[in-house]
């Protein structure tokens, strides 16, 4: 088996008791996020076992947890990541996604544009800081790590 088949993802669930609220919007994301990184992905575990890879994100209190196992299920580890370094661009990207959802039921082409363009910035700044806490434990692309940040938005919804 290659790297590229080795080094990838080919199953991902979320753990659904960690998700308060859904609205169509944020399902809609999700399931857009979800089939991207299955079509295409990069991701290896630094120092573990090798892929491909089935991965269960979920919350435990304050902390993202990414159950990672081989495909076939016979090892598997946690990554833990505490949320904290993540939290203000997480909360940045809420309200930024919730000004678009209510731009494109009414705004002007230009002002949704503008409010993508903010939005598309604060999405590329997460998967940067996601790929950098995640760096020591997980080598990811950044489609990927976009795509994760997503899912840890999803997951990291409250009430």
Same mark, same amino acid.
């Given at each position: 088996?290659?790297?590229?088949?080795?080094?990838?993802?080919?199953?991902?669930?979320?753990?659904?008791?960690?998700?308060?609220?859904?609205?169509?919007?944020?399902?809609?994301?999700?399931?857009?996020?979800?089939?991207?990184?299955?079509?295409?992905?990069?991701?290896?575990?630094?120092?573990?076992?090798?892929?491909?890879?089935?991965?269960?994100?979920?919350?435990?209190?304050? #902390?993202?947890?990414?159950?990672?196992?081989?495909?076939?299920?016979?090892?598997?580890?946690?990554?833990?990541?505490?949320?904290?370094?993540?939290?203000?661009?997480?909360?940045?990207?809420?309200?930024?996604?919730?000004?678009?959802?209510?731009?494109?039921?009414?705004? #002007?082409?230009?002002?949704?544009?503008?409010?993508?363009?903010?939005?598309?910035?604060?999405?590329?700044?997460?998967?940067?800081?996601? #790929?950098?806490?995640?760096?020591?434990?997980?080598?990811?692309?950044?489609?990927?790590?976009?795509?994760?940040? #997503?899912?840890?938005?999803?997951?990291?919804?409250?009430?």
């Amino acid at each position: 088996m290659s790297g590229r088949e080795r080094d990838r993802i080919v199953d991902i669930a979320l753990d659904e008791k960690s998700i308060v609220r859904w609205s169509p919007e944020i399902e809609h994301e999700r399931n857009v996020a979800i089939f991207d990184l299955l079509e295409r992905n990069s991701f290896r575990l630094v120092n573990g076992f090798e892929g491909p890879y089935r991965l269960f994100l979920s919350l435990r209190d304050a #902390t993202l947890i990414l159950r990672v196992s081989e495909a076939e299920g016979e090892r598997s580890c946690e990554v833990a990541l505490p949320i904290r370094p993540l939290r203000r661009i997480i909360r940045d990207y809420f309200m930024i996604c919730d000004s678009y959802f209510q731009a494109i039921r009414g705004a #002007t082409p230009s002002r949704i544009e503008a409010i993508d363009m903010a939005r598309r910035g604060l999405h590329d700044e997460g998967a940067e800081s996601l #790929t950098e806490v995640l760096r020591e434990r997980v080598a990811m692309d950044n489609d990927t790590a976009r795509r994760l940040f #997503t899912l840890v938005c999803v997951l990291h919804l409250r009430g």
